[in-house]
């Protein structure tokens, strides 16, 4: 595909997709990437693409971001995202946020109205009290169904106490989902920037924190390198701090694509834990896109002037797992 600005690359989240919920996932990062490229159009920044295309997911019950966030292991929400400027290495992040419909505007409140980067609990939604950020619980049917199948299992199998991730998705592969939502955009300027948001992995230990708020792990963004945005398990992705990792490639002139599968090949080399699904989309200051993951599926979309309409898929380039 040939670079084109301004572009916008979305995703839905990397693992294993079930059939009922493929072509609400298709349909949902098509309207997300729509909502980023018609602020692109009318010259808005890359920054408010990404939110704007994150915030359209997080509206999106189908996806593990906002309403329909996974839940925990004592079946609370506890949601994370982030965003960042490629331009200024301005960058925002929110953790631990129970009831904020939109996680990914506070996490923008955090960059833009404070000297931090990132928030979490309490003084997180004290800070979205402040600017009157609407509220809404983002429990789902949906959601504690798939809490209640996979609480069945682990007591079923004596598993009483959930202490290790992969002993878990070793034998309830399935039950876990990895949809978290991400946006990376180049505007008319060639400002690059990223946008992560999450409800986390399903029956996570209160208090934990993935990798979808941290700059560098789960969202990168710098208009001499690229942005990229990461989706998969988040222990995984801090570990390689696989965003800022793919970024560092991209600067070194290799495309968002080739940088992307790189990393994704690193993490199969170099993660030895049963379960290591991973996905990343990429792009950088000329508008070239890259996409590409090692699990099963990564719902994703992305548009340009020339596309017309945003194109959307279940799957990218696919690196596999060694056997
Ligand atoms: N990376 C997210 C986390 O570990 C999960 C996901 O991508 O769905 O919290």
Redesign the pocket.
């Known amino acids: 595909m040939k670079a084109q600005r301004p572009t916008i690359v979305v995703h839905g ?3 294993e997709w079930r059939r009922e919920r493929h072509e609400a996932g298709i349909a949902g990062v098509e309207k997300a990437a729509q909502s980023g490229f018609d602020i692109l159009k009318q010259d808005g920044t890359a920054l408010s693409a990404v939110e704007s295309s994150v915030m359209s997911m997080e509206d999106n019950e189908v996806f ?1 971001a906002g309403l329909g966030s ?1 839940l925990t292991y004592d079946k609370q929400v506890e949601m ?1 995202a982030s965003i960042m400027d490629g331009g200024t290495l301005s960058a925002g992040a929110v953790g631990l946020v129970r009831k904020v419909r939109h996680p990914v505007h506070l996490a923008r409140l955090v960059m833009e109205k404070t000297d931090h980067i990132f928030l979490v609990g309490k003084s997180a939604e004290r800070l979205a009290k402040i600017f009157k950020l609407e509220e809404r619980d983002p429990t789902t049917k949906l959601r504690e169904r798939y809490w209640r199948e996979l609480r069945g299992k682990i007591s079923r199998g004596n598993l009483t106490y959930l202490r290790r991730l992969d002993e878990l998705l070793k034998s309830h592969p399935s039950f876990f ?4 939502v991400g946006a990376v955009a180049v505007d008319k300027e060639g400002n690059v920037a990223a946008a ?1 948001s ?4 399903s029956l ?1 230990i209160p208090g ?5 708020p941290l700059v560098g792990c ?1 969202t990168y963004a710098d208009n001499e390198a690229g942005a990229c945005s ?6 995984i ?1 801090i570990k390689l701090v696989v965003t800022k990792s793919t970024c560092d490639l991209m600067r070194q002139g290799l495309p968002p694509q080739s940088a992307a599968e790189n990393i994704i090949r690193e993490v199969n080399r170099r993660v030895h834990d049963a379960a290591k ?1 991973m ?1 990343l989309i990429a792009i950088d200051s000329q508008g070239r896109i890259g996409a590409s993951h090692n699990s099963m599926h990564m719902c994703w979309a992305y548009m340009t002037p020339k596309t017309r309409k945003p194109r959307a898929f279940l799957k990218a380039k696919i690196i596999q797992k060694p056997a």
């Open positions: 989240g990397a693992g593990n996974s994370e989902d990895f949809d978290t992560t999450t409800g986390g992995i996570k934990r924190i993935g990798d979808s789960g990461a989706t998969g398990i988040g222990e992705a699904h996905g």
